[in-house]
C-alpha cells in the first residue's frame, strides 16, 4: 500500500491540492443546530427542531390576538398575510405567514419580544447553542 508521503513524493502538487479541497469540504459542514425548548401559554413548545416551536407558539397566539397585533409587534418584514413574500416562510393557520428564514436566535427574539409585548410568562427549558448549554 503506499502512503501519502509517498504520492506526495511523485505528485505533489495533486495531493496539495486534494489536501486543500479536503480541507475546505471539511470547513464546510454544518454548525452544531441551536436547541431551544420553552413554556409558555400553559404549554410545553419542547420539539427539538426550533421552527416547529415557534410555528405551534405564533398559531396558539393567533388564537387570541388579532394578526394585527403581531403585526405591530413584530413588524411587516416577520410576518405577513399573503404567502410567497419570504425566502422561507410557515403558515400560521388561516390568519398569516410568518418569515422562518432568519436565525434561530432571531427566532427566538421574536417569541421573546411577542411574550414581553403581551405580558406573557415564559421560562426556558432548554436552551443549546451550537453544542454548549446556555444559562
Same mark, same amino acid.
Given at each position: 500500500?503506499?502512503?501519502?508521503?509517498?504520492?506526495?513524493? *511523485?505528485?505533489?502538487?495533486?495531493? #496539495?491540492?486534494?489536501?486543500?479541497? *479536503?480541507?475546505?469540504?471539511?470547513?464546510? &459542514?454544518?454548525?452544531?443546530?441551536?436547541? *431551544?425548548?420553552?413554556?409558555? $401559554? #400553559? %404549554?410545553?413548545?419542547?420539539?427539538?427542531?426550533?421552527?416547529?416551536?415557534?410555528?405551534?407558539?405564533?398559531?396558539?397566539? &393567533? %388564537?387570541?390576538?388579532? *394578526?394585527?397585533?403581531?403585526?405591530?409587534? $413584530?413588524? &411587516?418584514?416577520?410576518?405577513?398575510?399573503?404567502?410567497? $413574500?419570504?425566502?422561507?416562510?410557515?403558515?400560521? &393557520?388561516?390568519?398569516?405567514?410568518?418569515?422562518?428564514?432568519?436565525?434561530?436566535?432571531?427566532?427566538?427574539?421574536?417569541?421573546? %419580544?411577542?411574550?414581553?409585548? $403581551?405580558?406573557?410568562?415564559? %421560562?426556558?427549558?432548554?436552551?443549546?447553542?451550537?453544542?454548549?448549554?446556555?444559562?
Amino acid at each position: 500500500m503506499i502512503t501519502i508521503d509517498e504520492l506526495r513524493k *511523485y505528485f505533489p502538487t495533486e495531493v #496539495g491540492e486534494l489536501e486543500m479541497r *479536503y480541507e475546505q469540504m471539511k470547513s464546510r &459542514s454544518k454548525s452544531p443546530k441551536t436547541i *431551544y425548548k420553552f413554556r409558555a $401559554l #400553559g %404549554k410545553v413548545y419542547g420539539d427539538s427542531i426550533f421552527t416547529r416551536n415557534m410555528e405551534d407558539f405564533f398559531t396558539d397566539i &393567533s %388564537k387570541i390576538v388579532p *394578526y394585527v397585533t403581531i403585526e405591530e409587534c $413584530l413588524g &411587516s418584514n416577520k410576518v405577513s398575510r399573503y404567502g410567497g $413574500l419570504f425566502r422561507q416562510e410557515s403558515r400560521i &393557520s388561516d390568519n398569516f405567514y410568518i418569515n422562518t428564514s432568519n436565525s434561530t436566535n432571531t427566532k427566538i427574539s421574536l417569541i421573546n %419580544k411577542m411574550c414581553e409585548h $403581551l405580558g406573557i410568562d415564559k %421560562k426556558v427549558i432548554e436552551h443549546i447553542e451550537g453544542g454548549d448549554v446556555v444559562m
